[in-house]
């Protein structure tokens, strides 16, 4: 088997493209709850604590000389990429949440009966043994 073979099956089967299906939307919805967080969640929190913009957050460890730039610790992007992750957590809990109780209410939901020329059939032929 060549190595074009191979990776077309590869390509192919369903779990590769589940994954790439998943990464796609997983970073499209990274960029909407980044913008939720942004845009938002934090402009009402940084009104309450006085007007304060998460981002520009920063303790300066060198100030800048000449050409250089400042070297800073930009510990308010940090809070908010962790506001970012805290939001993507849960909601992808409440997802796979509903998805297990999903399931089990699949598991849990009696078969369905069998169709009645089929419970006529069994009954035919459950009269057609004792007949022996």
């Known amino acids: 088997m060549g190595i074009v073979q191979e990776f077309k099956e590869f390509a192919v089967k369903g779990n590769a493209v589940d994954m790439a299906v ?12 980044s913008s939720i967080v942004d845009d938002v969640i934090m402009p009402p929190i940084g009104l309450l604590l ?12 060198k100030d800048a000389v000449g050409e250089t730039p400042a070297v800073t610790l930009n510990w308010g992007e940090f809070l908010q990429t962790c506001v ?3 939001i993507i957590a849960f909601a992808v809990f409440l997802l796979v949440k509903l998805i297990n109780n999903l399931k089990r209410q699949e598991k849990a939901a009696p078969p369905p009966a069998p169709p009645q020329d089929v419970v ?3 009954e035919i032929r459950d009269l057609l043994k004792q007949r022996r």
């Open 50 to 61: 006085g007007g304060v913009d998460f981002t520009d957050l920063k303790a300066t460890m």
């Open 84 to 86: 970012d992750f805290l």
């Open 120 to 122: 006529l059939l069994g």
């Open 22 to 33: 998943g990464i796609i939307i997983g970073a499209a919805f990274g960029k909407v709850v």
